[in-house]
């Protein structure tokens, strides 16, 4: 791989940016200076530093966000801030993209990166990572409702019908539940309770697969996670282990239903 395209896929930096770094002096490779931009070089084995500091070499990048309400899950707009816009300057890198997405009125976790492998498996209805919300409702979570989710609810909006898959759910206080969803239709969650009679009053994503949003991570800031991280979001959990993360991990607005 030329030295200026490693900068380009590594960086923030384009590859121009990189070819002039290179130039003046500012990158050394296993310990030479290093001043012509199309130098080859191997990322898995050769040191390659940056005045001083060492470029890692990672095939992909996976960030794990908390997305806020009011950020749309996109990579532009002209008008409304997207997820990409939280991110720092020098984590804005080539292919980052948001893998699926996450409703405007909904927070929680929402995974970032340039693995379009790992994205289409996520996405595809034969491998569909399994995501688990956090729902605050205006009225008690019964088992009539339980049972009508796991039946596959039918939702209907003007003449259109959709009938959603078996979807798991169960409660952790009388009007906070946690729903296990297999597809990513349209505001799902709020339209398949309102289709059960209740209101969804605030909607948290809390795990994708076995990949969970750290409870310490405030809404709008996210981490850098590791491949084998990244690829437990394909995993099942059972959903009375996602109910006892969220008793354990989440506020007592959230187990108290808001009040």
């Not at 960086?11 to 012509?36: D, M, P």
Request: proline share 6%.
């Amino acid at each position: 791989m030329r030295l200026d395209r490693f900068f380009s896929e590594q960086t923030a930096y384009s590859r121009k940016e990189a070819a002039e770094l290179i130039r003046g002096g500012a990158v050394s490779v296993n310990g030479a200076a290093v001043r012509k931009p199309d130098t080859a070089v191997n990322p898995e084995a050769d040191e390659i530093l940056l005045r001083g500091k060492p470029v890692l070499y990672r095939k992909n990048r996976y960030i794990l966000l908390h997305k806020p309400e009011g950020v749309i899950t996109a990579s532009r707009d002209r008008t409304q801030k997207t997820v990409l816009d939280l991110l720092r300057p020098e984590d804005r890198l080539p292919g980052m993209v948001p893998a699926g997405r996450l409703d405007k009125d909904t927070a929680g976790l929402l995974l970032i990166t340039d693995d379009g492998q790992l994205t289409h498996k996520m996405l595809s209805p034969k491998s569909h990572a399994p995501k688990y919300y956090l729902a605050a409702l205006r009225d008690p979570f019964t088992e009539e409702t339980a049972g009508m989710f796991r039946a596959g609810i039918l939702l209907r909006e003007g003449a259109s019908e959709e009938l959603c898959l078996p979807a798991e759910s169960a409660a952790v206080a009388p009007k906070l539940a946690v729903i296990e969803l297999h597809e990513g239709k349209y505001h799902q969650v709020r339209r398949m309770f309102a289709a059960a009679g209740n209101h969804v009053e605030k909607l948290l994503r809390v795990q994708i697969g076995a990949v969970r949003l750290p409870p310490d991570l405030p809404a709008g800031s996210y981490v850098n996670i590791f491949n084998k991280d990244a690829e437990s979001v394909l995993k099942k959990s059972h959903i009375s282990d996602v109910c006892a993360f969220v008793m354990q991990n989440y506020s007592s607005y959230w187990i108290n239903g808001g009040k």
